[in-house]
């Protein structure tokens, strides 16, 4: 226990004197999750939409009021003729074009139906979709209002008639920050535990102290154990911190125990600090150590769960997924974020990433004696 105090105290002075690495492990939290909540956002706003009027009545100017009335489109332009609207489109100044034929507010009155048409840029297909989606609930909502206008009905109305009503749980106001702030959290911790893990061992080469520490008597998991305390203290803090200024930027509070938080992010960080050290046994210098640990922040990132829902991903890429620690860090985050999940309802993921940990830190210390 004396080496074992003595290598964490080594490791703590390395860590203090370093004081640009040391702001910038507390600087980044800060700017990310003020940022990239706010950046990485899927609800759509204006969307620059032309409106070709064929129609010029009173009916088609209620429909275009209508769709640019809200936070979702910006009128950019009424050309008279629908080529003039593709120039709009094919020089990227419209998303959208909606057209109004002749005769609309005639076929309404006459026919009880007339046909709009809509023209989206699908270079971005998700955009492109949405649009789309968004105009077609406007119109049917402007088409239930002339009915409502147009249509008396009875007393006793003899057509059955079904209303819904609908209740969100777990995030009543679909805030998309509420879901996007826990995820970048979980980056955070991961990027701080994983990359700083995995330039250590080989900072130590590149001095090297690597081999005065190799001629003593300190014991492998000892060496690597002193690695691991100082980067899982310092990411408990940054996870701290994070929740700090979720609570205080984003008003977010978790509905499940704090505690649970704190208890599977202590095992999750064994578990990435261990896969960053073992990745800096392979690696000779920091600069391969960098890329390694980019390959695989990326992969971490990509696919897990973050960004897109890992139930619309392809089966191959579900099936990465299941060897991804981050996926449960950020499944479990939400959880006891949002849901208010208890022990029983992480206990699965918990048993997974302590699963991870054994692995990854068990590799670590036998390729460090191997490598020796």
Request: glycine content about 6%; hydrophobic content about 50%; some cysteine.
């Amino acid at each position: 226990m004396r080496v074992l105090k003595f290598l964490l105290r080594k490791e703590f002075l390395q860590i203090m004197r370093n004081k640009v690495i040391l702001r910038m492990i507390f600087m980044m939290p800060v700017m990310q999750l003020i940022v990239l909540p706010n950046a990485a956002n899927f609800e759509m706003r204006n969307i620059l939409v032309t409106v070709v009027d064929n129609d010029h009545s009173v009916t088609s100017q209620k429909l275009i009021n209508k769709i640019v009335s809200g936070n979702y489109f910006k009128l950019v332009s009424e050309p008279k003729t629908y080529k003039l609207a593709m120039d709009d489109i094919e020089h990227d100044r419209a998303d959208l074009i909606i057209e109004i034929p002749q005769g609309f507010d005639r076929d309404i009155i006459r026919d009880n139906e007339a046909t709009i048409m809509i023209s989206a840029n699908a270079i971005n297909g998700q955009t492109a979709g949405l649009a789309v989606s968004y105009t077609n609930g406007i119109i049917r909502e402007f088409n239930n209002d002339i009915r409502t206008q147009w249509i008396q009905n009875p007393r006793m109305n003899p057509l059955p008639q079904i209303e819904i009503s609908s209740l969100n749980w777990f995030n009543k106001m679909m805030n998309y920050k509420f879901y996007m702030v826990p995820g970048v959290l979980c980056i955070l911790v991961t990027m701080i535990g994983f990359f700083l893990s995995s330039l250590n061992v080989v900072r130590e080469k590149e001095m090297g102290t690597i081999e005065q520490m190799n001629v003593t008597p300190v014991k492998k998991w000892q060496f690597i154990l002193s690695k691991l305390v100082p980067f899982w203290i310092l990411g408990m803090i940054i996870l701290t911190v994070g929740l700090c200024i979720s609570y205080i930027i984003y008003g977010i509070v978790p509905e499940g125990h704090l505690f649970y938080i704190y208890l599977f992010a202590g095992v999750y960080l064994i578990a990435i600090l261990g896969m960053g050290l073992l990745a800096s046994t392979f690696a000779e210098t920091q600069q391969q150590a960098m890329f390694v640990a980019y390959f695989f922040m990326t992969l971490f990132i990509l696919l897990g769960g973050i960004f897109a829902s890992i139930d619309n991903m392809p089966d191959w890429a579900r099936m990465i997924t299941y060897v991804n620690p981050i996926s449960y860090f950020v499944s479990v985050m939400r959880m006891v974020v949002l849901k208010g999940s208890g022990f029983m309802d992480i206990l699965p993921h918990l048993g997974i990433i302590i699963g991870f940990g054994l692995f990854f830190n068990s590799l670590a210390i036998w390729h460090y004696r191997k490598m020796n």
